[in-house]
């Protein structure tokens, strides 16, 4: 018997780079998938790598700025497998580091939309489900940005402060009702959103990036996929409403 069962997994972003990893830590652990993605395409190789483990996994196609497709997200889980036990918020985004006097309203709110709003939806939808089961589990990914002030531009640490303060809102009001939540704050880790970026604020980047030569390696998809797991299985079922740091003690200098 694996960790995670027959327990049936929502993880938005899981196209690639993080999500993916989350996928294939869960299934490998025994979970039913459901990776949700804009990208279409490589939802469909998440999709395949986890079938290839033996694995039941289905993809949905997910705009997450678009409610509709957050619903529809949610029914087609619960059509194909009957239920939802644990929900993971991995999809995000960057705001190319911008600081405060440069960033745009454009920016802010797509910002804002992916890395929040979509949070927001996503955790009202399933949370009915949760409390008619007596259970749910709810695994946030916020950032280091979102335990300090200056590891990202002024968009990005903002909707990642939000993360963390809704990951502990959830915690303390569906708590009682055996709903956990709980969010991981990685600091760099490549994967295609942080290798990606162009027009870079240099203004912004110098700042997030001070003090980032104390930390001896990056970090990987692996690691913040194991911690991930853990806060989905029942090792973890005494940790509710906290946001762990992965950055190897960053945000601790």
Known sequence: MGRLTDKVTIITGSGSGIGRQIALNYAGEGAKIVVADFNEEGMNETVSMLKEMGAEAIGVKVDVTVEADIEAMI???????GTVDVLVNNAGISDNMLAAGNVTDDIWERVMNINVTSVMRATRKVLPIFQEKGQGNIINMASISGLTGGRGGYAYTASKHAVVGMTKNVASQYGPENIRCNAIGPAHVPTPLTTNMSNVDM???EVATRGVNLMPKAGTTEEI????????????SYINGVTLAADFGWSAY
């Open 75 to 81: 029914k087609q889980t619960v059509d194909t497998f």
């Open 225 to 236: 996929a194991n911690i991930a797991l853990f806060l989905a299985s029942d090792e973890s």
């Open 203 to 205: 203004f912004g980047m």
